[in-house]
């Protein structure tokens, strides 16, 4: 007692026929948008004059193998403050996967030492005037990383 049937391949009269003696009580077929907008006018005419109805269906590549819920999950552990790696062992998932799923602006790698504010003081001073290295020895920052921060 099937309502619905999904159909991959071109629709014959045959194939329509053996779709409703498997089925008598069929409602709905869907097939791909690709093989929708091939069907002939008098079979979507006939199907629709017994109540079947014809629908495309949009579904595109793969499905997804993680569900919306476990990257709201992820989420809050990041939240929480909890490494990508400690939850990539709590939930049993590839590392790759937490930082796929996540929606912060969380990246692999080193984290950086300097803040915005100390980057906008270092630029504050260099548009002053200030000399790279004497901006580097007042705020106790190597020189190399006063000319990063003025780039940022």
Known sequence: MVLEVYVNEQLSSRKIMEILDSN??????????????????????????????????NRRGRPKKYSPNDATRIQSLLDKGESPKAIAVKLNLPIKTVYYLKNSSLKRGRKIKYTTEKAKEVKKLYSKGVPAKRISENLKIPLRTVYLLIKR
């Not at 979507?44 to 495309?56: D, F, K, R, S």
């Open 24 to 57: 008598p009580n069929l409602e709905k077929i869907t097939c791909p948008v690709s093989i929708y907008t091939r069907i002939s006018k008098k079979y979507m005419n006939a199907l629709t004059e017994l109540g079947i109805v014809i629908e495309p269906v």
